[in-house]
T-cell receptor, first 113, second 113 residues
Framework: QQQVKQSPQSLIVQKGGISIINCAYENTAFDYFPWYQQFPGKGPALLIAIRPDVSEKKEGRFTISFNKSAKQFSLHIMDSQPGDSATYFCAAELKAAGNKLTFGGGTRVLVKP | DTEVTQTPKHLVMGMTNKKSLKCEQHMGHRAMYWYKQKAKKPPELMFVYSYEKLSINESVPSRFSPECPNSSLLNLHLHALQPEDSALYLC????????????FGQGTRLTVV
C-alpha cells in the first residue's frame, strides 16, 4: 500500500526554470514531511522539511508548499540549475511509529543548460 | 563530522558466501538504520536500532542479520543471499529515533551472483 504518491516520475526543465514536484499522502496522522535529494551513486540527503502546522517553507531556491486539507505538498525549485539534476524523494513521517520514513516513488529531475 | 561512512562501497558475492556491510558515525547519534534501495525506487526500511537495541525489523528475511556492537557502529551480516537481493544498501543515523533528521551514508552497492 503506497501511502505517499509522488508525481511526476521524471521532469525535464531548462536552466533557470521552475521544477515542481507534487506529493499526496493518505494518513492524516503524519506529522513531518521531508524532501530528500539523491545524486547517482550517493545516499539521499535531507533538502528541506515542513510540519503540517505550516503552509509554506522556503530555503534559498527551494520551497515547500503544504495543503493540509487536500493532503498534498509540493517542492518548487526556483531558478533550476544543472547541478540540481538528481532524484528527489518526498517522504512522510509518523512520530508514533518511531519516526519511520514513508517515501514517495521519486522524481528524476534533469535540468538542461 | 556529519558523515555516515559505509564500507565497502561495492561488493560482489556468491550465493553461498558470507559477507558483512559496515556503517560508522561519530555524531553521537543513538538511532541507526538499514535501508535497501533498488534501482529507480525509494529506499525501503529494513532495521532500526535505538540505543544499540533492535527497535524495528520490517519482516526482513533471516539471511540478513543486523548487529550494533556499539553506539557508533552498525553491521549487516549477509548469508546465502539471492540475486534479487542485489541493491544499494543504505545506512542512516539520527540523534534518536524521535529525531526527525536522518543522515544517510553513500551506500554499499551489492551484487549477488
Amino acid at each position: 500500500q503506497q501511502q505517499v504518491k509522488q508525481s511526476p516520475q521524471s521532469l525535464i526543465v531548462q536552466k533557470g526554470g521552475i521544477s515542481i514536484i507534487n506529493c499526496a499522502y493518505e494518513n492524516t496522522a503524519f506529522d513531518y514531511f521531508p524532501w530528500y535529494q539523491q545524486f547517482p551513486g550517493k545516499g539521499p540527503a535531507l533538502l528541506i522539511a515542513i510540519r503540517p502546522d505550516v503552509s509554506e517553507k522556503k530555503e534559498g531556491r527551494f520551497t515547500i508548499s503544504f495543503n493540509k486539507s487536500a493532503k498534498q505538498f509540493s517542492l518548487h525549485i526556483m531558478d533550476s540549475q544543472p547541478g540540481d539534476s538528481a532524484t528527489y524523494f518526498c517522504a512522510a513521517e509518523l512520530k508514533a511509529a518511531g519516526n519511520k520514513l514513508t517515501f514517495g516513488g521519486g522524481t528524476r529531475v534533469l535540468v538542461k543548460p | 563530522d556529519t558523515e555516515v561512512t559505509q564500507t565497502p562501497k561495492h561488493l560482489v558475492m556468491g550465493m553461498t558466501n558470507k559477507k558483512s556491510l559496515k556503517c560508522e558515525q561519530h555524531m553521537g547519534h543513538r538511532a541507526m538504520y538499514w535501508y535497501k534501495q533498488k534501482a529507480k525506487k525509494p529506499p525501503e526500511l529494513m532495521f532500526v536500532y535505538s540505543y544499540e537495541k533492535l527497535s524495528i525489523n520490517e519482516s526482513v528475511p533471516s539471511r540478513f542479520s543486523p548487529e550494533c556492537p556499539n553506539s557508533s557502529l552498525l553491521n549487516l551480516h549477509l548469508h546465502a543471499l539471492q540475486p534479487e537481493d542485489s541493491a544499494l544498501y543504505l545506512c542512516a543515523s539520527s540523534r534518536s529515533q524521535l529525531d526527525t533528521e536522518a543522515f544517510f551514508g553513500q551506500g554499499t552497492r551489492l551484487t549477488v551472483v
